[in-house]
């Protein structure tokens, strides 16, 4: 079992959509939680950043960790062509360790105007 | 502010060539990471670094070597490229693990081998 799964998707949803990401992941180390979106041929940049379990929100991003289901969530309302990217989870732990991050493989989102 | 710059962006080998890839941040950062990026295996470590003058292993660090000498700069090494090594590479830069703070990449560096 892959310490975090991703779906790769693609994803094809029309602007204005409520668009839904989602990680799993099999470690209950893992303390923080991140979002990165990745456009074509750039770097991942953090979108997201959370620590535990709940709801972190950021305009019209909204990010969640249910730590005792093990799932994480990104929500993205009123998506737009600019959304269009892959986006990448990753998570780490607490303490001296938590250089490493572990990323999911990423979901590539296409929103058509 | 130009955060994580990595040079060059790309590069075409041919196998048993060597090269270094750059990477320099200027937000004082005290970790660097390398990664590279291949289709379906998502983003894997090479190696890092946790100060200047220290490195160490990551996920994938064979045919790879790293050096820091300077607080800003990673560099990362190829001394015999083989076709294998065609991939996308990031660098990455965080503060130190103790304010648990998230990772910045630069744009990658193609770098093809043939």
């Known amino acids: 079992q892959k310490e975090v799964e991703q779906d790769p998707g693609p994803l094809s949803v029309p602007e204005g959509a409520i668009v839904s990401l989602n990680c799993t992941y099999s470690?209950?180390?893992?303390?923080?939680f991140m979002w990165y979106r990745q456009y074509s041929r750039k770097g991942p940049e953090l979108l997201m950043y959370?620590?535990?379990?709940g709801n972190k929100e950021d305009g019209r991003f909204t990010a969640q960790v249910d730590k005792s289901s093990k799932y994480i969530s990104l929500f993205i309302r009123d998506s737009q062509p600019s959304d269009s990217a892959t986006y990448l989870c990753?998570?780490?732990?607490?303490?001296?360790?938590?250089?490493?991050?572990?990323f999911g493989k990423g979901t590539l989102l296409t929103v058509n105007p | 502010n130009a955060g994580v710059t990595q040079t060059p962006k790309f590069r075409v080998l041919k196998t048993g060539q060597s090269m270094t890839l750059l990477c320099a941040q200027d937000?004082?950062?005290?970790?660097m990471y390398w990664y590279r990026q291949d289709p379906g295996m998502g983003l894997r470590l090479i190696h890092y670094?946790?100060?200047?003058?220290?490195?160490a292993k990551g996920e994938v660090p064979d045919g790879y070597n790293v050096s820091r000498l300077k607080k800003q700069n990673f560099l990362l090494g190829l001394e015999s490229a083989a076709p294998s090594q065609t991939s996308v590479y990031f660098c990455?830069?965080?503060?130190?693990?103790?304010?648990?703070?998230?990772?910045?990449f630069g744009d990658g560096t193609r770098l093809s081998i043939l």
């Open positions: 990455a830069s965080s503060y130190s693990s103790t304010r648990n703070q998230p990772q910045h």
């Open positions: 470690n209950s180390a893992f303390q923080y």
């Open positions: 959370t620590y535990s379990s």
């Open positions: 990753a998570m780490t732990f607490s303490g001296g360790s938590n250089y490493k991050l572990t």
């Open positions: 937000m004082n950062h005290e970790y």
């Open positions: 670094s946790v100060g200047e003058g220290t490195t």
